[in-house]
């Protein structure tokens, strides 16, 4: 793993450089150093849009799986690793000049602009249906929580969460498509300090933010599926179906799945993944999750 990572990096070292992802997140984790109390957020209604349910994570955390799960059931609509965030985004940072405390400075009608240009770009991907649910998925959002959560101040998150040394040796050992933020794994000491970075950001929005989110562990999808997914279409105020069980059987059906997990949702459950890393424990020494 380690040579075919060093003929990634060796090809896109000049394309992609880890440290302007993880930039992003020094930035926050600085800026919220600042903050004496919790971050505010409006409980106003801005238009007729249910606010969106985002589907976040440290990659290889089990994200596929719930999306597969979730798009099992027929009121729900999965959203995969699209851009619609990254786009908000763009246009935010315009108004708070790229610091994030200045989210509470941000007037309503810059709000209402930026969720116009998420709801219809969101309709211009997918369309829109009466009675559905709409999950955004794309883990790597959870740095964009604070953001997130005050453009759209109903909004519902789920956390997924897997053991951390099997989550960085999953990312360490995956050939992702190469970009800014997959530049970390192209060794397990790289892989380490960026989950570390990601989930102190993500203790910080929990201590400073009014988040309502479901947090789900991998292995508890595994070893007790049924209480779990019962659990989180609670949060999702779905109904339980039988079909959900046959989860797999919608992966087979929808073909190419865009993440590297493909192979792992096209099945049923398995515990192999779990605590995985034990066979690797000599690797870990240096490194403290």
């Known amino acids: 793993?380690?040579?075919?990572?060093?003929?990634?990096?060796?090809?896109?070292?000049?394309?992609?450089?880890?440290?302007?992802?993880?930039?992003?997140?020094?930035?926050?984790?600085?800026?919220?150093?600042?903050?004496?109390?919790?971050?505010?957020?409006?409980?106003?209604?801005?238009?007729?849009?249910?606010?969106?349910?985002?589907?976040?994570?440290?990659?290889?955390?089990?994200?596929?799986?719930?999306?597969?799960?979730?798009?099992?059931?027929?009121?729900?609509e999965v959203i995969e690793e699209s851009s619609l965030i990254d786009h908000v985004m763009n246009k935010l940072n315009y108004y708070i000049k790229d610091d994030i405390l200045n989210l509470n400075f941000i007037d309503q009608d810059t709000i209402k602009e930026l969720r116009d240009l998420y709801f219809k770009e969101r309709k211009d991907l997918i369309g829109y249906?009466?009675?559905?649910?709409?999950?955004?998925?794309?883990?790597?959002?959870?740095?964009?929580?604070?953001?997130?959560?005050?453009?759209?101040?109903?909004?519902?998150?789920?956390?997924?969460?897997?053991?951390?040394?099997?989550?960085?040796?999953?990312?360490?050992?995956?050939p992702f498509i190469p970009n800014d933020a997959m530049s970390n794994f192209y060794n397990l000491k790289n892989s380490s300090d960026?989950?570390?970075?990601?989930?102190?950001?993500?203790?910080?929005?929990?201590?400073?933010?009014?988040?309502?989110?479901?947090?789900?562990?991998?292995?508890?999808?595994?070893?007790n599926f049924d209480n779990c997914i019962k659990k989180l279409l609670n949060f999702l105020e779905v109904d339980w179906n039988d079909d959900l069980r046959n989860f797999y059987l919608t992966a087979s059906k929808r073909g190419i799945i865009n993440t590297p997990s493909y192979n792992q949702v096209n099945k049923p459950l398995y515990k192999g993944s779990i605590d995985r890393w034990k066979n690797y424990l000599n690797k870990f020494d240096d490194y403290n999750l």
Request: hydrophobic content about 40%; glycine content about 2%; overall charge positive.
């Open 194 to 223: 960026f989950y570390d970075l990601v989930m102190r950001l993500w203790e910080i929005y929990e201590e400073n933010l009014n988040l309502n989110m479901n947090i789900i562990k991998y292995e508890d999808v595994v070893n």
């Open 1 to 76: 793993y380690l040579k075919s990572n060093k003929i990634l990096e060796d090809t896109y070292k000049n394309k992609f450089d880890k440290n302007k992802f993880n930039n992003q997140i020094l930035k926050r984790l600085n800026s919220f150093s600042n903050v004496q109390e919790k971050f505010l957020n409006s409980e106003k209604t801005y238009d007729d849009n249910v606010d969106p349910i985002f589907l976040i994570g440290f990659p290889r955390s089990g994200t596929t799986l719930l999306d597969t799960i979730l798009r099992t059931h027929k009121s729900i």
């Open 129 to 174: 249906k009466e009675n559905i649910i709409y999950v955004d998925k794309k883990p790597l959002n959870i740095i964009y929580v604070a953001e997130i959560n005050k453009i759209f101040p109903k909004a519902k998150f789920i956390l997924a969460l897997r053991n951390p040394y099997d989550a960085v040796l999953s990312c360490f050992m995956q």
